[in-house]
């Protein structure tokens, strides 16, 4: 492991490999580049690894408030739904 092709190829490996994973769990800018520098230092790795593991990502909390709003919409289309249909019903009575 002393050949510095080996050494660089394994630095840019493993750059290349966690910065791919941060993005894509949704982080960006200054939060996307400190958890990968924080990632290539030793020791600070393992508390970055814990941090990203237990923490809620960013992905996962626009993905529960967009879910949130379709089922507001979802019930608000079926509340309209269910007028529609009562005022149906109610025609044909009179």
Partial sequence: MDDPITIIFSAI???VIWG?????IGYRKRWFWGLLVAM???????VTLL???FSQWPNN????????????HRKAAATKTDIDAELRRLQGRE
Avoid at 20 to 24: A, D, F, G, L, S
């Fill in 51 to 53: 941090l990203l593991v």
């Fill in 40 to 46: 290539c230092i030793p020791g600070v790795n393992a």
């Fill in 61 to 72: 909390r626009e993905l529960k408030a967009a879910r949130k709003e379709l089922g507001e």
């Fill in 13 to 15: 490996s493993w750059i």
């Fill in 20 to 24: 791919t994973i941060i993005h894509k």
